[in-house]
Structures are given as structure tokens and as C-alpha cells.
């Protein structure tokens, strides 16, 4: 099992919907959790850290379930420019704090 | 500017033949880290470097060296590359051990015939 897991989609979705998808990790001593966001052949962008409560960025909101070992990720009203690849990333602190990163949801936003 | 330089952003090369990818950043980060990143596998490390002359493996460092001798560098050198490393590569870097925004750079597309 991989270590973090992500559905690789694509998510096919229209102009303005709501898509939600998440990431499951195995280590249950993750501390550390993020969402990158990832242009066709370019180098990734922090999205926004995913904090014990949840938080909340604009169209975006971020989840965390520490019971079930999953992160998820909500984007509202989406937009053509959110087509793109979201990846989860873990760290863990048995693994020296090193990041552990999903392959990416990729997602297409169809107008 | 704050950034993450490399350099080749792309290189064609043969078996065997020695290439060295550079990486600099202007940041003053502590932390800096190679990544490669194939399709289906997600980004995942060779190397990474928590300071000046201290460097440690990742997940994937077979057929790579690395060195830290200033802050701001870090090459990634593959003395005798395989086809197995055409790859897209990364390096990134981070301010320290509890900040972890990563920092890329625009990535280097190698392929080794």
C-alpha cells in the first residue's frame, strides 16, 4: 500500500460546480499535511496547509480526519483556471520529518 | 526576486555520459531537496541537504550525488546515467525544520538514451 494515496481522476467537472477529493495516508504518526497545486510540466505551488480544525481559503477548504487517515479537498464555484493536478503531502516524523507525496488528482474544469 | 534556479530546464544525453543539474536559490533557506517525478508516482526524493556540507538520502538516491558547499547551491550529479533516470526533475528548498512551504524550482526534463 502506498504510503499516500490519491484517486488520479481525471475529474471531469463543469464550470461553476462544487468537486471534492481526497487523500489517504497510512501513518498514523503524520503530523504535517498540505495540498500543492500542479500546472501541466510545472513545478508545484503550496495550495494551503490542512490544519487539525479545517480550514478555509476563499473557493477552497481543506479537511482533515486524523481517525480515518484522510485529508480532503473542496474547491467551490470552480473555475476554468483550476484545471490542474492537486497534490497531497504528508510528512511524517518517524521518517525524519521527510515529505511523503500523493501522484495527484488530476482535475478538468470544462466550461 | 525570491526563486529556485536550474539549470538545464532540458537535456538530452546518453548512457554514461556525466551531467550535473544546478539548483540555487536566493532565499537563504536551510533546507534544500531534489525531487524526480515520474508519471504515476508522484514526486519523490533523491536527495536533500539540511545545511551547508550535510546531505542525506531520500527514498531514491541510487545513481545520484549531491553536494551542499555553499547555502544557496546544490547540484545534483549523475556520473554515469541510465535510461532508467529520464525523468522530471525538481530541486526545492524550505526555511527550516518547522516551516515546510517547499520552494521549486521550474524543473528539469532529462532524457538519457
Known amino acids: 500500500r502506498k504510503e499516500v494515496e490519491q484517486d488520479p481522476g481525471p475529474f471531469n467537472v463543469p464550470e461553476g460546480a462544487t468537486v471534492a477529493f481526497n487523500c489517504t495516508y497510512s501513518n498514523s504518526a503524520s503530523q504535517s499535511f498540505f495540498w500543492y497545486r500542479q500546472d501541466c510540466r510545472k513545478e508545484p505551488k503550496l495550495l494551503m496547509s490542512?490544519?487539525?480544525?479545517?480550514n478555509e481559503d476563499g473557493r477552497f477548504t481543506a479537511q482533515l480526519n486524523r481517525a480515518s487517515q484522510y485529508i480532503s479537498l473542496l474547491i467551490r464555484d470552480s473555475k476554468l483556471s483550476d484545471s490542474a493536478t492537486y497534490l497531497c503531502v504528508v510528512n511524517n516524523r518517524d521518517s525524519n520529518y521527510q515529505l511523503i507525496w500523493g501522484a495527484g488528482t488530476k482535475l478538468i474544469i470544462k466550461p | 526576486e525570491a526563486q529556485v534556479t536550474q539549470n538545464p530546464r532540458y537535456l538530452i544525453t546518453v548512457t554514461g555520459k556525466k551531467l550535473t543539474v544546478t539548483c540555487s536559490q536566493n532565499m537563504n533557506h536551510e533546507y534544500m531537496s531534489w525531487y524526480r517525478q515520474d508519471p504515476g508516482l508522484g514526486l519523490r526524493q533523491i536527495y536533500y541537504s539540511m545545511n551547508v556540507e550535510v546531505t542525506d538520502k531520500g527514498d531514491v538516491p541510487e545513481g545520484y550525488k549531491v553536494s551542499r558547499k555553499e547555502k544557496r547551491n546544490f547540484p545534483l550529479i549523475l556520473e554515469s546515467p541510465s535510461p532508467n533516470q529520464t525523468s522530471l526533475y525538481f530541486c526545492?528548498?524550505?526555511?527550516?525544520?518547522?516551516?515546510?512551504?517547499?520552494?521549486f524550482g521550474p524543473g528539469t526534463r532529462l532524457t538519457v538514451t
Open positions: 526545492a528548498s524550505h526555511p527550516d525544520r518547522v516551516n515546510y512551504e517547499q520552494y
Open positions: 490542512v490544519y487539525s480544525s479545517g
